[in-house]
């Protein structure tokens, strides 16, 4: 059974920093990189950054490029998204996704591919 569990949300001041965690089982990691995404409330998906897992490549958004930082524990299938500088735009639900095929276009990160994801964990950013 294939199983992402994300954690680390929270309420945050402005200017202020958290780290997501990922944890997933249930698939070959090695196969895919992990990305991670955000939905606020009434806004589209975006994408903001993913990790290859098998060369360690890693890809960002531009709205998020500086100020956070994606990396992997392979052996323990995890990903983690260090976010600093947070501001209240950031604010919104941030899900972890297995993503088969992704590629960059205008500083627009994008999932062509995305197989599998978790149930989310929301990150609130106060002004």
């Known amino acids: 059974e294939v199983q992402f569990v994300e954690s680390g949300g929270g309420l945050v001041q402005a200017g202020g920093s958290l780290r997501l965690s990922c944890a997933a089982s249930g698939f070959s990691f090695d196969d895919y990189a992990i990305g991670w995404f955000r939905q606020a409330p009434g806004k589209e998906r975006e994408e903001i950054s993913c990790i290859s897992v098998s060369d360690g490549s890693v890809y960002y958004a531009d709205s998020v490029k500086g100020r956070f930082a994606i990396s992997s524990d392979n052996a323990k299938n995890l990903v983690f998204l260090q976010m600093n500088s947070l501001k209240p735009e950031d604010t919104a639900v941030y899900y972890c996704?297995?993503?088969?095929?992704?590629?960059?276009?205008?500083?627009?990160?994008?999932?062509?591919?995305?197989?599998?994801w978790g149930s989310g964990t929301l990150v609130t950013v106060s002004s």
């Open positions: 996704a297995a993503v088969s095929s992704w590629g960059l276009r205008l500083g627009a990160l994008y999932f062509d591919g995305m197989d599998f």
